[in-house]
C-alpha cells in the first residue's frame, strides 16, 4: 500500500509539473521561482537582488503585446524644458538631441530605447534620450517630456506598464 501512495504522489506531481509547464513553474523543482505579478511599484519585491514586477515579459495574447519585447512596471513622471526641471541647457537633452514629443528620459534603460505607455498615451512611441537626476539611477521611473511646465504638472506622476519596443 505505501508503493501505491507513493506512486499516486509522484504521478499527482507531474501531472501539475504539465500543467504549470506552460507558465515556467516548475513544482518538481525546489529551486523553482515562479513570476511575481504586482499590481503598484509599492508592491514590487526586490528576490537576490533582482525586482520582481509585474509583466516583465510579455505574456499576454493580445495585439497590443505583438512586437513588445519586454513589458515592465514604472513609476512615470513628466518634465519641460525649464532650467529649474534640467540644466542650463533644457532644450538640448542629455544624448545631444533637441526636446520634442516623444522624448523620455530614464536612467535605467540606454539611450535609444523605444516603447509605449499604452495605458496613458495609447500607441504613441516614445524614445529615451535623457537622463533624469543621479537619484533616480537604478530606479525604474521613466520622464516623459512636456511642451509646458504647466502641461507637466497636470500629467503628474502615475504608475504603468511600458512596452519596450
Do not use: C
Not at 501539475?16 to 521561482?33: E, G, K, Q, R
Not at 537576490?48 to 513609476?75: C, I, T, W
Amino acid at each position: 500500500m505505501e508503493i501505491g501512495k507513493r506512486f499516486g504522489f509522484l504521478a499527482a506531481l507531474v501531472g501539475l509539473n504539465l500543467i504549470f509547464s506552460a507558465s515556467s513553474v516548475s513544482l518538481a523543482t525546489p529551486d523553482a521561482v515562479p513570476a511575481i505579478n504586482v499590481n503598484s511599484a509599492e508592491d514590487m519585491a526586490i528576490s537576490n537582488g533582482a525586482v520582481l514586477a509585474k509583466n516583465s515579459f510579455p505574456h499576454k495574447e493580445s495585439a497590443q503585446y505583438a512586437d513588445a519585447k519586454r513589458v515592465m512596471n514604472v513609476v512615470v513622471t513628466s518634465y519641460s524644458s525649464s532650467v529649474d526641471e534640467t540644466d542650463s541647457t533644457p532644450y538640448v537633452t542629455a544624448s545631444g538631441t533637441f526636446v520634442r514629443p516623444g522624448v523620455a528620459a530614464s536612467n535605467v534603460l540606454p539611450f535609444g530605447t523605444k516603447f509605449r505607455i499604452p495605458e496613458l498615451f495609447g500607441n504613441q512611441v516614445f524614445t529615451i534620450e535623457d537622463r533624469m537626476n543621479s537619484r533616480y539611477n537604478g530606479k525604474n521611473w521613466i520622464d516623459v517630456w512636456f511642451s509646458s511646465k504647466a502641461e507637466a504638472k497636470v500629467f503628474g506622476k502615475k504608475i504603468s506598464e511600458i512596452e519596450i519596443l
